[in-house]
């Protein structure tokens, strides 16, 4: 099958690969339409530290496509259903799954990154990780089905489960053309929540107040902490959706209010950060982690986008052979939104 693959170290190429196997019998195999790319895949790109790859390795955790064909005891999916797909593949069996926390398994793995991805003709997930793509008005283009489930999946579980955001709240958010950022702004919203979103970009902030952030602060011009007191009356906000780490973690201490949480699950700038505990006690801060979302949380976004919320935001969509064109435009940041590549 056609695949983007690293076929050595730090090597992109559109390739050749073997087909991803046949359906084992709780197992799916999707012909992938479309996949989109997210931050995760410049590191699977670039390398991750302690991770080695058997090259061809296929790239892409997003994905969208039609359901090829299906394992003995699949009931949920038949094939030419079109599918979404939840990148992130859990064992269903440990202590965490079977307390309903798939994100927290033991051997927790991403498609593309410890596992074969999306951008390839073919992908082999477990049953529990397709789901139906709901009937929209206007449907979903496959662009949009692609770019759905990672951004949309992180940002919830980090606004609405572990940060727990309540109407009336205010809430940072900062990076708004990265796709977590701007889903989580569209997830507090949804909440009721005011948002205070962050870019260097104006033009960035413009389309963000249209999308409904409620203030826009340029990082680049404006002093984050300084500009949050004032529309605070000195309170702070009272949660912080933090995914850049090193560059932006002191600010998002200082424009935290008494008994706020910070809520984190990445790091793009670096991840060694310092924290003066005294602060954190005396002002009863929160601050947690979060990777992904469990099955329970997954349904949840699914049968809200059948409802018409969180339509994913698309950027720009490439063909297959114009793939190094899309990683470089996440590269750069220039984006708003998803960055897709069309498969077929
Ligand atoms: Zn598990």
């Not at 606004?159 to 989580?184: D, H, M, N, Y």
């Not at 114009?322 to 897709?340: D, S």
Request: glycine share 10%; proline share 5%; charged share 20%.
């Amino acid at each position: 099958m056609r695949a983007c693959a690293l076929t050595a170290a730090q090597t992109l190429e559109i390739t050749d690969v073997p087909d991803a196997p046949a359906p084992g019998a709780g197992e799916v195999r999707v012909a992938i339409r479309a996949a989109a790319l997210n931050h995760l895949d410049l590191f699977v790109a670039a390398g991750l530290p302690g991770v080695e790859y058997r090259f061809p390795h296929v790239v892409g955790a997003d994905g969208a496509g039609i359901v090829e064909s299906i394992g003995a005891s699949v009931t949920r999916v038949t094939p030419g259903d079109r599918v979404l797909i939840n990148p992130g593949i859990s064992d269903y069996t440990c202590d965490f799954c079977r307390a309903g926390e798939h994100s927290l398994c033991v051997t927790y793995r991403m498609l593309g990154e410890h596992l074969p991805g999306t951008i390839a003709e073919l992908v082999t997930v477990p049953e529990p990780n397709v789901a139906l793509i709901p009937v929209n008005s206007p449907a979903l283009s496959w662009a949009e089905a692609a770019a759905f489930s990672l951004v949309t999946l992180t940002a919830w579980r980090m606004v609405v489960t572990r940060a727990q955001v309540k109407p009336g709240e205010t809430v940072l958010v900062w990076g708004i053309g990265g796709g977590v950022s701007l889903t989580a702004m569209r997830i507090a919203k949804l909440r009721g929540a005011r948002v205070v979103v962050t870019s260097s970009s104006d033009a960035k902030l413009g389309e963000a107040r249209r999308l409904g952030a409620d203030v826009t602060l340029n990082h680049r011009t404006q002093k984050v902490p300084q500009e949050v007191r004032t529309l605070t009356n000195k309170r702070g906000v009272d949660v912080v959706v933090e995914n850049v780490g090193e560059a932006t973690w002191d600010d998002s201490l200082r424009c935290l209010a008494r008994g706020g949480r910070l809520v984190t699950c990445g790091a793009t700038t670096g991840p060694k950060v310092t924290l003066d505990l005294r602060r954190l006690f005396w002002h009863h801060w929160t601050i947690m982690g979060s990777t992904m979302g469990n099955a329970a949380e997954y349904a949840e976004i699914v049968r809200l986008l059948g409802q018409g919320h969180l339509r994913p935001i698309v950027d720009r969509v490439y063909p297959l052979d114009q793939v190094r064109a899309a990683y470089e435009r996440l590269e750069k940041g220039e984006q708003l939104g998803k960055v897709v590549v069309e498969v077929v």
